[in-house]
């Protein structure tokens, strides 16, 4: 169990990262989170090793959220409005909560601490995308890392709007009528 002192230095850090992330998206300066929360870089890197860990913990607690909303919906009576249910939520919450689109983000080439978010996601998206693939509400070649890829996309190209969060759902509808057979 880490020290009390540890643990709040996590704590305040990670209440650090959520504002700064807020206010300036995955490009958070790390130098200013560690100024902010009074300690020193190297504490920010050993609480955090990479600035992927720091995203992911940033946006843990939705990304759970999310993952429980999948689940809910898994056992939804209509396969496709279970699945854009899940996917409206999941580009509503990527589109006002910047950073998220960079921790979606996904990268094969790491492994270690590689992207949680976007493996929970995946994971939580899988029930969904089978079923609505089993109604033919998608097609056969849809996988739920195609459907987080695409709302990483819509979210990343509209995040500099006037409205991220209308624009991203608009993007959205256009999309769903490209994955439906």
């Known amino acids: 169990m880490p020290r009390s002192d540890a643990r709040r230095n996590h704590e ?54 999310l993952a429980a909303r999948a689940d809910e919906l898994a056992a939804s009576a209509d396969p496709r409005t279970a699945l854009l249910d899940w996917l409206a ?14 921790a979606l983000i996904r990268d094969d080439s790491t492994t270690e601490h590689a992207h949680a978010c976007s493996v929970q996601l995946t994971e939580a998206g899988e029930p969904l995308v089978r079923r609505a693939i089993e109604a033919g509400a998608v097609g056969e070649e849809v996988t739920p890392e195609d459907l987080i ?33």
């Open 149 to 181: 890829a695409v709302v990483t996309g819509i979210v990343l190209a509209t995040e500099h709007g006037h409205d991220p969060a209308r624009e991203a759902q608009r993007l959205l509808a256009l999309a769903v009528k490209g994955i439906s057979p």
């Open 12 to 65: 305040r850090i990670l209440a650090v990262a959520e504002a700064e992330v807020a206010a300036h998206g995955a490009d958070a300066s790390l130098e200013q989170i560690a100024r902010t929360a009074g300690v020193g870089s190297a504490t920010v890197r050993r609480h955090f090793p990479s600035r992927q860990v720091l995203l992911e913990a940033v946006f843990r607690q939705q990304v759970d959220a």
């Open 89 to 102: 939520a999941l580009t509503s919450y990527a589109a006002t909560a910047r950073g998220l689109a960079t």
